[in-house]
């Protein structure tokens, strides 16, 4: 079975440039969440979508993040404009069940 | 709010040496618990779970019981290898939310 798929692995850009990262779960898992892990801290969830419904992004700095998931498959994050404050491991997590959490391997994300 | 909270790493320990890392929660409510772990190099993976109060989850030589009475989920082996030095995560899950709230995360390595 494969995993989940994220790209890139790692990006450098500088404050104010824009950036994507995508993702691919697990082929029928209908719940699909982005973390962000900053250095030295647990992963803090960003947004969760069921399908291609978003279920809670409370936590999502809307000014500059935006996310999406198309037909209920795959999904984008972007960040536009970048801080540094947002260099992080933005990880991509798909479930069947509540609670178990299959992760991709994560973007690393440099912000110079 | 929900919150985790976990012993301060770094832990290093000997092969064949008994492991705990102690993790506490506050919740409203009857909470999931869970203990993610992320090997080097790979996304994190569930290593256990207990969904109600007494609850043991077991996997891999690892278990953790859930005490209400302590508000505490510690994970525990009673000998160590190498191969499972790692970063460990202990997390909840509010009843009626897929929201998982992860703790900081506690790095170990066991040395030969």
């Known amino acids: 079975e494969a995993g989940v798929a994220q790209s890139p692995r790692y990006k450098i850009i500088e404050k104010r440039q824009s950036v994507a990262f995508w993702c691919n779960p697990i082929?029928?898992?209908?719940?699909l969440y982005w973390y962000q892990q900053i250095l030295g801290q647990g992963p803090k969830l960003l947004i969760q979508?069921?399908?291609?419904?978003?279920?809670?992004d409370s936590q999502l700095p809307k000014d500059r993040f935006s996310a999406e998931r198309l037909k209920g498959v795959d999904s984008t994050l972007k960040i536009q404009p970048a801080k540094l404050e947002d260099s992080a491991v933005y990880l991509c997590?798909?479930?069947?069940?509540?609670?178990?959490?299959?992760f991709g391997e994560g973007s690393r994300l440099t912000v110079l | 709010g929900n919150s985790v909270t976990q012993m301060e790493g770094p832990v290093t320990l000997s092969e064949e040496a008994f492991l705990t890392i102690n993790c506490t929660y506050t919740?409203?409510?009857?909470?999931?618990l869970f203990w993610y772990v992320q090997y080097p190099g790979e996304g994190l993976q569930l290593l256990l779970k207990?969904?109600?109060?007494?609850d043991k989850g077991s996997n891999k030589g690892f278990e953790a019981t859930y005490r209400k009475e302590t508000t505490s989920f510690h994970l525990e082996k009673g000998s160590v290898q190498v191969s499972d030095s790692a970063v460990y995560f202990c997390?909840?899950?509010?009843?009626?939310?897929?929201?998982?709230?992860f703790g900081k995360g506690t790095k170990l390595t066991v040395n030969p």
């Open positions: 997590a798909s479930s069947y069940a509540p609670g178990e959490l299959f």
């Open positions: 082929s029928g898992h209908a719940t």
């Open positions: 979508f069921q399908n291609n419904g978003v279920v809670d």
């Open positions: 919740a409203t409510g009857y909470p999931s």
């Open positions: 207990a969904t109600k109060a007494d």
């Open positions: 997390a909840l899950m509010r009843g009626g939310s897929e929201k998982l709230v």
